[in-house]
């Protein structure tokens, strides 16, 4: 199916502030022929599939009706999942209900995610998970399974406290104190020995000047106010072989405390080959307003992308991850600063659904909050946000429209850009209106559950930055002297990084004989640094774990930045 479209140019209707700068929008472009066999669908109200119509059916419930989601999964090597909802749940128990007859052998331990915890049970937000040990279960009707689950330690203890009040981080900011006094006192000796080594203390003054300047402005950040903003917006979610999550994704998207009426959900199924699809008509049972549509063949996550700008209704477009869970207030944080005309997209906050099992979650959980709460909110200060994550971001949508078929059909040293999508969206968007970051806007997603399979998200993501950079490079001289420079200070020390570790930790030791440590050391106190910082706002357990990024980034990470400019043309394996 073709589709033909002229976009409207859209108003916003919330009534507008005082344009701060002069910005310059191209007209929306009209869609062109490219369109035409491109984008094929199959709609789920309405769809047709093999000549067979489908009609959800339509009762008098609501999303309150359904109670939060869970799933357990059993530890050891037949790692069975089993999927259901929450009946009850105390500090030391849970009862589910579970789909089919579910049968487990005795003091079997689990692991069990649960969607929701009430706040009265533990002071945390979004989905947790903890470990437990099965009981027994019951049939029910409906072949249902009531399964009841004692806890390895009680749900207090075992889930992330949000906050535990000013005791509990009295010793982090002497700590972060005393380590800038160190990497001040180090500097000293850099600046000493200058001229016998140039280039290496000029990259060791840089960093301390880039770390300290994040530090200080990130300080600075005000939450978007609360405007009372209520736009018409339209949820994309784009999906491939979700089956497990892009249930209770709908679900957090219709639970969200937003007017239902001012609110729809499209979901864009790229050719999955699991059972998403049939997941998706029961969805459409359960909420009779979703709108479904399918691909016959996987074309790629920036189409689907597409096609739901296209097919939207609400003057805003807030894309959502099929694996990402938004918290109830959530949606109405986002859109706050579209009053402000020039805003064109904001970034929400992203934040990682822990595993007690792997220390890579645990990990990732710091490095996240730190990528967010300090980098993009120092961008965001200045209007110049680089990357809006494709997990929970919100664009005006007539701004989406003016570049969507240039977006679209983007290609890079000739090869069509097949990753990237998020990045690539927010330079196009950034070349004509602000960007900015809400870090009450808060979705939970998960990380990758193994190595390798975190190694090839890295790398993935690395090849789109060094195409994306080179785009950005082109758009940030013209935003503020001060978020000018720290991105073409932090492209710069990207760049020559792995240059640096090879002369510190190799070169060095083996040609003059000199110590590795100090190197070493600063790159520790750096980490610890960006980890109190963490702990500071958070208070989470977790705040330690942050530190291996240290020797995994001189290990490996560092180093994927020059195999991801060799190899940015490889593509195979770059769309979802």
Known sequence: MSLVASPEREQVSSPAKPVRQRLVRPPAAPLSAIWAGELDYAEAKGFLEDGTAFTPEIGDSSPEDFPPGARITTLGESGKTY?????????????????GNVSLPPKTALLIQLDEVPSDLA??????????????????????????????????KQVERKRQGPLGRAWVVPGAVFILGVIAYAKYFNYHWFWYDPVFQTYSIGVALYIVTRAILSMYYRTPRDENNRP??????????????????????????????????????DGSTDATWEKLKACCRKYPTLTVYRFGKNKGKRHAMALGAVKARGDILVYIDSDSFV????????????????????AGHIQIIVNPMQILSKMERVRYFVSHRVIKACESMFGAVTCCSGAFSAYRRSAVMSVL?????????????????????????????????NDQAICWTYVPDRWDKFFRQ??????????ETIAAAKIMWRKHPVAAFGYYMGVIMTLISPLIVLRAVVFMPLVAATS?????????????????????????????????????????????????????????????
């Open 458 to 467: 890295q790398l993935r993501w690395k090849k789109s930055w060094t195409r």
């Open 516 to 576: 590795a440590l100090p190197y070493l050391l600063g790159l520790v106190l750096v980490y610890l640094f960006f980890c109190l910082v963490f702990r500071y706002h958070t208070e989470s357990r977790y705040w330690a774990h942050g530190l291996g990024f240290a020797f995994l980034y001189i290990g490996v990470l560092c180093w994927q930045n020059y195999y991801a400019m060799v190899t940015v043309n490889r593509t195979h394996w770059g769309t979802r």
């Open 123 to 156: 002071p945390t937000s979004g989905p947790s998970m903890v470990l437990g040990t099965y009981e027994h279960t019951a049939p029910l009707p409906d072949n249902e399974t009531l399964c009841t689950i004692s806890l390895e330690r009680p749900l207090s």
């Open 405 to 437: 078929e240039p977006w679209l059909r983007q290609t890079f040293l000739g090869t069509r850009a097949t990753f990237g999508d998020d990045r690539s969206l927010t330079n196009h968007v950034l070349r004509h209106y602000q960007v900015i970051f």
């Open 327 to 346: 918290e109830r207030q959530s949606i109405a944080r986002i859109v706050q600063p579209f009053v402000d005309p020039t805003i064109g997209a904001v």
């Open 232 to 269: 018409s917006l339209t949820v994309v979610i784009a999906v491939k072989n979700e089956e497990d999550n892009i249930e209770p994704t709908i679900d957090h998207c219709y639970r969200s405390e937003y007017p239902h009426h001012l609110l729809d959900v499209i979901v864009i199924d």
């Open 83 to 99: 999927h259901g909802y929450i009946k009850s749940l105390s500090d030391n128990r849970v009862e589910l209900i579970l789909a």
